[in-house]
């Protein structure tokens, strides 16, 4: 079996696709591209959704009204089209939509809704971008989905000190057209355009992890809105230091939270200078194998990591690629393809981060979904974690497309099934349990970067141990005694 991969020095990933009936060359990856499918474009199988409010028509219209007196008339919505896109995230979880949509324009009213909600004890759902992969924002009890994208205001910019706190309207490419000016970037990049916001709940990671970190080591502050409509800044109001030694650390409490303990109404954040070279490569190898293991030896031979990521002078970063040329070429790659100019590298980028689109457009069908897995394990156990994922698929001959942040030990399986097929179901659910508990068994973790929310909250024990879990489970209770912030994830 052929497989191909594309690496950037600058992001240090490898992406592997599996030749069933998904291209395995560059090219034709591109033109899948063309037949794009947009987020938001809902498969048929989440176009059924469950009915889950446990409301009468008088206890709704009571909500109604309060909620209305604190966002006003325009930013409430009952309308169904606008539920129903508030029920579900891009994961294969099935929509359960809220009864009503709020959008509030500043942390007061987040505050306020949160007061009311807590009053009547109905449940609330915080809704960044909806690009979430764990089912983050289905409303399991119906009850009120908190969409913030209308706070969209980039508070305080401190250039000089190389921080910059934004509201949950923010996004991502948002943000870096902003700072694009003053040389600097925010480099977190998970495939979509997600709210930072909503990436500092799922602790999201991207493209950039082994040379900047996740989301946990770029927050510097919360603002988070308590179920009780308490507001704390996690760090202490305005403060944005590089570092901190007070008290508990709230601020990662939160991070990757979920929405489960509260609401971010703003996130401070690390900037970082944009690079002046880098370079990207996209080669192929003949076995998985070889590039996992060439990557190994990049990470290994001693070249620091910053390096690898080929950040720097144009010279550096020509020796760079030329040590880590050498070693995948000594490891059998082949056909290599060098891209230094920005809108060559911006290509080869934005195919990387739409692979999930590339992928579903190579079976399209009313009732084909996608289930990504997203476990990580220790560096030294990658190749093993691979091949043995491999063998399954081919053993069971299931289409499963594995692409991978491979300098993390984070690698994604993206099953393609038809949600009729009782069948394709099961197999998918059956293999995407065994990828989880090899990882386990490895020393790794159930979700690198997409989050517990629904599908890993079974996993949770045996990973973290019961004693935290029952201490996670008491900071739950403490920080939302009646259970109202986005039930039913994260803890089992
Ligand atoms: C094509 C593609 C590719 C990728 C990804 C998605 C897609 C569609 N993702 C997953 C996703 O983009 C990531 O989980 C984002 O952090 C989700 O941000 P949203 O704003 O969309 O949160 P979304 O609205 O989906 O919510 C996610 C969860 O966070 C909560 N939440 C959102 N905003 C909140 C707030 N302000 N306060 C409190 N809770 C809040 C929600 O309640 C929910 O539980 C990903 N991820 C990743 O880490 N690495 C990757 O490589 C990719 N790649
Ligand atoms: C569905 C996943 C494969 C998305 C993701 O995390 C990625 O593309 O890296
Ligand atoms: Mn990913």
Redesign the pocket.
Known sequence: MRFSFSWSTRHQQVIFKQRFNFSSNFNNLNRSLNAHIK?FSLPSSQRSFSKTSSFNNIDLQILKERLCEVVGPPNISTAESTRLQHGK??SHHRAQIPDIVVFPSNTQEVSEVAKVCTDMKVTM?????????????VCTHGGVSVD?SRMAEIREYQQADFSVCVE?GV?RLALNEYLRGDGLWFP?????D??????????????NAVRYG??RENVRNLE?VLSDGTIIHTAGQGRHTVKSSAGYNLTNL?VG?????????S?TLKLYGIPDTMTSAVCQFDEVERAVTAVLHVLQCGVAVARIEFHGSEKQTEEDASVVGDIFADAGASGFQWASSLSERNRLWKAR?????AILATRPGPQITQLST?VCVPISQLTKAITDTEKDLEDHKLPGYILG?VGDGNY?VTFLYDTGSETETQLVGKLSERIVERALELNGTCT????T?FGKKKYLVREAGPDSVSLMKQIKHLLDPHGLM?PG??LP
Request: charged share 15%; hydrophobic share 30%; with cysteine.
């Open positions: 987020p995230d891009e759902v915080p809704f960044g971008t909806g690009t979430g992969m764990e089912g983050g924002c913030l949950p996004t977190v990049d998970p495939g979509a997600a709210s930072l916001c909503g990436m500092a709940a799922t602790s999201a990671s991207g493209t996740t989301m988070v939160f939270s979920e929405g489960t303990l509260g609401f971010i109404t996130a981060h739409d692979t999930l689109y997203d942040h994604h690198g970067e997409h989050g929310g986005n994830k994260v």
